[in-house]
């Protein structure tokens, strides 16, 4: 058999960046502002009418339990291994409610889930277009068979939601995409949605659901604080909140209005456009390998000798 040499794998890495360059995805974040379309769809939480029974984090689990290769996660004292009781987000887990308690007698609860940006940073910043939003519906959804587990997203997204499943043996990124090939195709809305018995989670158009809200402030000025939180921050999302408490409170970080996405776009495009990046090291590091193969076999042959 013909040895590959130095310049023959260098033809060969060639050919391969020009495939790579002719069959990559173009890196287009579509960060187009669909929340501020006619046609983008959101969710409202309204914090004060939560009552925690967590039906819709059973409801997301069981949804999309086999199409995103969820698992169940379960407390240390839990030894039968009856019930999910998961703390926080997770690769297995993409909605939990948490309990914020500032007395006996005032607490929270909160809901914890993708926020569905207007302008994503996780989109702008995966190399590959694995993470992506429609222009129509602004749902930011995850494709598995083209992720390459960069994690990119994890450090893109300013709401710390993007989890991988590092426990699993072909691991995926986890995030709520508002049951887009399950419930919202099957019946129109998330499963959690559907689910919630007190109407805590309402679901349909963003701009109606805005309205919606701003009412509910202005007709309730003891029963909630005068913010929608996501509304406006870094660009706006299509999960909306309202709460009695301040949102910094709840967990919901404070952010600037500006999205990010425009920066780690552009950083992208300049370092992985057409996966030439990639590629050129990759190449880099199989040459140098060679190289060493090719010295180590000719000491190999002069001990022979």
Known sequence: MKSTNRRDFLKLMGLTGAACLASAAPLCASTAPAGESNTAIAMLYDATKCVGCKACMA???????????LGYEHLATDTDKLWDAPKDLSGDTRTVIKLYKESDTRFSYVKHSCMHCTKPGCVSACPVKAMTKDPVTGVVAYDKNACIGCRYCQVACPYNIPRFQW?????????????????LKAKGQPACGETCPVGA????NRKALLAEAHRRITENH?????????EKEVGGANHLYLAAFPFKKLGLPELQE?????????I????????????????????????????QDKLGHGEDD
Do not use: W
């Open 268 to 295: 992208q495009h300049t370092i992985y456009k057409g996966f030439m990046a990639p590629v050129a090291l990759y190449g880099t590091l199989a040459v140098i390998a060679l190289k060493n193969k090719k010295g």
């Open 258 to 266: 500006e999205s990010p996405a425009a920066l780690s776009e552009h």
């Open 201 to 204: 989670i309402a679901f349909g």
């Open 59 to 69: 409801a997301c689990k069981r949804v999309n339990f086999d199409q995103n290769n």
């Open 167 to 183: 426990t699993k043996a072909i691991p995926q990124i986890v995030k709520c995409d508002f049951c887009k090939e399950t419930n």
């Open 222 to 230: 003891d029963r909630y604080i005068g913010k929608v939180y996501g």
